[in-house]
């Protein structure tokens, strides 16, 4: 089981892989003490007729929904429609609302299956003349479609709102008004501008830590209506610090795709829970962590989970907005797709080099499902993209 891999010097060398089959393919949920959502990709008709740049996607449905029975049948809760779907960055709001419909009414159809699915403002195009009227708007369209499917929410962040918005009290007052609204509660969500640059700025300062106490603020007042929040800051001082001072009953979900590791095993008695793009490639890695955290073997699971801090590190490196490609590239390497297309032509986004890694990172996880299958892509990739026999 060998391939024949790019180096940064342009010279070729020889990979051994270590795993001849996958360590975890027998992997099956058990008892769980921690919250775990796993943000999911969509897979798209390659063959349908459509201009990736400047078109809407053609969703496979069917390869589309098997994937999150995939993730359930695993353990994990789904977090729809997000970022790692390439929400607002290949797939437009009609998409994400059918992949919402569609979702909720599959999901009730596998015993235990459980999501939440992302409300966001993404059918209006932010510019200057946009206005917080025009933001909540948005932001209550959206509620509706989710809950009229049945759906939970997940409040995402708003690029129009980061664009209307003058000051702090804006967002209070968007924010107040949106959790007022909605029927059932909600997990928050802060993605820092690493994820999305057109956040920059949000809550109204670019100051974290003044950013961090108008959330705080907001979670106070509205804590009855919130099951949580997701950060995503990539630092985790600030996702420590924060949780620490939620109100009790208000969970935080780790969404730090460099530090997953030490904030889900938590110290002095705290913890996060997790909502994780990460967790779409190294699914069964992480129930096996989770089993063996939820049968009290905290060594086991920071094992397994460290294990998996190469790969995650590298599919989100910067520029981090890119890291569904790597994301997509494993699903198909793992069989979950029968090609490398993405969304809006995202596989271009990442080089030969960057693929070449997190190839050989998943193999050191053990997060290739069938490596057999693995190398036979690997190697018809590098033949097309690269020309490397």
């Known amino acids: 089981m060998h391939i024949t891999l790019p180096r940064e010097d342009r010279s070729l060398r020889s990979y051994r892989l270590i795993h001849s089959a996958s360590p975890f393919s027998a992997v099956r949920p058990q008892q769980w003490n921690r919250i775990a959502y796993a943000a999911a990709h969509v897979v798209v008709d390659p063959l349908a007729p459509c201009d990736p740049w400047d078109g809407s996607p053609v969703i496979d449905w069917e390869a589309?929904?098997?994937?999150?029975?995939?993730?359930?049948?695993?353990?994990?809760?789904?977090?729809?429609?997000?970022?790692?779907?390439?929400?607002?960055?290949?797939?437009?709001?009609?998409g994400a609302r059918e992949l919402i419909r569609r979702s909720v009414a599959h999901a009730k159809t596998i015993p235990g299956a459980d999501l939440a699915c992302g409300v966001g403002t993404d059918q209006l195009a932010a510019g200057p003349r946009t206005e917080i009227a025009d933001v909540m708007r948005a932001y209550e369209e959206q509620i509706e479609a989710v809950e009229a499917a049945g759906g939970r929410i997940i409040l995402m962040a708003s690029r129009a709102l980061a664009a209307a918005a003058q000051h702090a009290d804006d967002y209070k007052r968007v924010y107040g008004e949106l959790l007022r609204q909605c029927r059932d509660k909600v997990i928050l969500h802060w993605l820092g501008e690493m994820f999305d640059p057109e956040l920059k700025g949000y809550w109204g300062t670019k100051d974290i830590a003044r950013a961090m106490e108008t959330v705080l603020e907001i979670i106070a007042a509205h804590a009855e209506k919130i099951e949580g929040i997701k950060v995503s800051l990539l630092d985790a001082k600030w996702e420590i610090e924060m949780r620490r001072r939620l109100p009790q009953g208000v969970v935080m979900f780790t969404g730090d795709d460099f530090h997953y590791d030490a904030l889900i095993l938590g110290e002095d008695g705290d913890h996060s829970h997790a909502l994780l793009g990460i967790f779409d490639p190294i699914a069964p890695a992480a129930c096996a962590a989770l089993n063996a955290l939820g049968a009290g073997d905290a060594r086991a699971c920071h094992a397994a989970l460290a294990l998996t801090l190469p790969l995650s590190r590298e599919i989100f490196r910067a520029p981090t907005r890119h890291y569904k490609a790597g994301v997509l590239f494993l699903a198909w390497l793992n069989g979950h797709q029968d090609h490398f297309v993405a969304a809006g032509g995202l596989q271009s986004a990442r080089s030969v080099l960057h693929y070449a890694k997190v190839f050989e990172f998943a193999d050191r996880c053990g997060v290739l499902s069938d490596p057999g299958r693995a190398v036979s892509r690997m190697g018809t990739f590098l033949g097309v993209y690269a020309g490397i026999a």
């Open 64 to 94: 589309t929904l098997r994937f999150r029975e995939y993730l359930w049948r695993l353990g994990f809760k789904v977090a729809e429609a997000m970022d790692t779907a390439q929400r607002g960055m290949g797939l437009d709001w009609p």
